[in-house]
């Protein structure tokens, strides 16, 4: 097994160039996971509410929108590869939860693909830009088996960009967005966070 952290693998010597309180957000240790925790606001556009609701039940995205949720984010990596499990907890203000879980593995140097329920993902370009972790998707995958189909993103919601920043030594700031060529944008979600104790 590489015991390289799964982000280090797909960046290569970018890797470098993130600052310590990204680094530590993805290196796993294999016997334990790693935990942040924080505040957030999800949003989207009210007539997307059908569509982003479909999407929820095949495990992608949250479909309750809010602000101030409560938001653990634990990560742990698989004992025989270095697949990343996302296990995501938001408890919004008036104390309902939901949860969204992810996996996340490599494909080739500079990209990822993160999957949910039913063989259902998102294909993932990487990259480093001034210290800030960018991601920025590249097509939605069904897989079943050794089959795998890809869809262009307008097909869906539009095209995906996450940004990690760093605030501190211990903090950073999320902002994931989705932004369709037709209508704007469609979903977003964004917080900051820091690591549990």
């Known amino acids: 097994m590489n015991n390289m952290p799964l982000l280090q693998q ?4 970018d890797w470098n160039k993130l600052p310590l309180v990204i680094q530590r957000h993805y290196s796993v240790p294999g016997n334990s996971n790693t935990c ?4 957030m606001e999800i949003g989207y556009p009210n007539f997307l509410l059908p569509f982003i609701s479909l999407i929820h039940l095949c495990g992608g995205l949250v479909s309750r929108r809010g602000k101030n949720i409560e938001t653990v984010v634990k ?4 004992t025989q590869s ?11 203000p008036d104390n309902k939860k939901d949860y969204f879980y992810s996996r996340m593995v490599y494909l080739r140097n500079h990209e990822l693909i993160e999957t949910v329920r039913f063989g259902f993902g998102l294909r993932l370009n990487v990259s480093v830009d001034n210290g800030v972790l960018v991601y920025r998707s ?5 897989q079943y088996g050794k089959l795998r189909l890809t869809f262009p ?3 869906l919601l539009g095209a995906a960009t996450i940004i990690e920043t760093p605030i501190s ?5 999320l902002d994931f967005s989705i ?14 966070f820091q690591y549990c104790d």
């Open 179 to 192: 932004r369709h060529p037709l209508w704007g944008n469609s979903y977003w979600y964004h917080g900051i």
């Open 10 to 13: 797909a960046l290569g010597e």
């Open 75 to 78: 990560k742990t990596i698989s």
């Open 153 to 155: 993103d307008w097909l």
């Open 82 to 92: 270095t697949n990343l499990y996302w296990q995501r907890t938001l408890i919004y």
């Open 36 to 39: 942040v925790t924080g505040n």
């Open 169 to 173: 030594d211990q903090q950073f700031r």
């Open 138 to 142: 590249n097509g939605h995958i069904w």
